[in-house]
Every structure is written in C-alpha cells, then in structure tokens.
C-alpha cells in the first residue's frame, strides 16, 4: 500500500488503525515515525474504528485538507430528493420502526399524489406495497390502529420538513412478488 500511495503523488493522511488492540500505547510511536520517514503524509492519525477512538480528529483532518470550492446546494437546500421521494421514504421509515422484526423489508412506498393546495397546506397519498396478505394485516394492525400510527408520526415529521400542515393519506396494497416485476419497479421509482 505505501508503494501505491507514493506512486499516486497524491497527498495523503496516514491513518493507523486498531490501536484498541496495543497493550501499550508506547508501541505507536516507532511505527509512527518508520511511516513518517518513508514518506511525507498531510498527516498521522491512530484510530480505533471499532471504538470510535480518533474519528472526530480524522474528520477534522480530513476536512482541513479538502481544496475549497462553490457550494453544491444552496444553504437552505438539505437534499436533491423531491418531497414526493421524501414523504415516501418518511413513511416507510416509520413502517420499519413501528413493525420492528414483524415485516421483512420487502416494502415500498410510493406517494401517489402530492398536492399543495395552499402555501400553508398539503395533501399526500401515499400506497405502500407489500407481497402478501398476511404482511398488509401487519401494517394495518388490529382495527387500522398500527396503520393510523404510522400515518400520525409519518405527518409529524413531514409536517417539520413541509413547516406547514399536512393531510396523509396511506392505502396498503398487495403486489405479489412486486420486487421481481420490472414494469412495478419502474412505476415505483426503484431503479434495478
């Protein structure tokens, strides 16, 4: 690897790892200068990535080295992804979280509609698909209790995104072997 990386004539961070395994910490040091003096790195950082040891000072390393250049994103943008991508990925979210090991992950959702009646006010209809009957009664939940639960926090945190109301609307539908059919996935958005 030192090889490469002199080869590369790129500039480099050393990042030693494991150093939750060393008894004692007096071993770094002579490896740290032999790396030091076989090549000129930006800079040396022992980690320990299993405990998280030295992160925050490898990002700022890292971070401190990266070339400065014109924002992306406006500084009000927080993703690429449309509300529509969003509102659906915020509901399945909380399918998963609401569910727990009770529903494989072999559900999607698409929102179907996306409506923004007033500036103060929007109607979402999502459709989450599942593959068998037995899966879309998990998500229903006795009396539609677990499927209201979902829809009351999905609307919460689409609400914070939206910083206006919204009304959410979910329908639970049964595509046998959906992950497995081309025209669904593309109807869905999912690329394969």
């Known amino acids: 690897m030192l090889d490469l990386v002199k080869q ?13 395994k060393l008894k004692d910490k007096s071993q770094l040091l002579p490896l740290i200068e032999w790396y030091q003096s076989e090549h000129e790195w930006q800079a040396v950082v022992p980690i320990s990535a299993l405990k998280g040891d030295q992160v ?4 700022a390393e890292m971070t401190s ?28 979210e909380k399918i998963l979280e609401t569910t727990g090991e009770e529903i494989p992950y ?10 923004e009646v007033r500036e103060d006010y929007s109607r979402i209809y999502c459709t989450i698909f599942v593959e068998r009957d037995s899966q879309k009664k ?7 209790q ?3 639960d979902i829809g009351i926090r999905a609307r919460h945190d689409i609400e914070n995104l939206l910083g206006h109301p919204c009304h959410l609307e979910l329908f639970v ?20």
Not at 56 to 59: D, G, K
Not at 66 to 92: C, H, K, N, W, Y
Not at 106 to 115: C, G, H, K, L
């Open 8 to 20: 590369s004539g790129k500039p480099a961070l050393l990042l030693l790892n494991k150093t939750d």
């Open 56 to 59: 925050e000072q490898l990002l």
């Open 146 to 148: 677990r499927l209201k």
């Open 173 to 192: 539908k049964v595509e046998k072997d959906w992950r497995e059919r081309a025209h669904l996935l593309d109807e869905m958005g999912i690329k394969q």
């Open 106 to 115: 072999v559900t999607a959702v698409v929102t179907e509609r996306f409506q």
């Open 65 to 92: 080295h990266l070339p400065e250049g014109p924002p992306l994103f406006s500084a009000d943008e927080l993703t690429d992804q449309s509300m529509r991508a969003l509102a659906s990925e915020i509901v399945r």
């Open 138 to 144: 998990i998500i229903i939940g006795h009396g539609a």
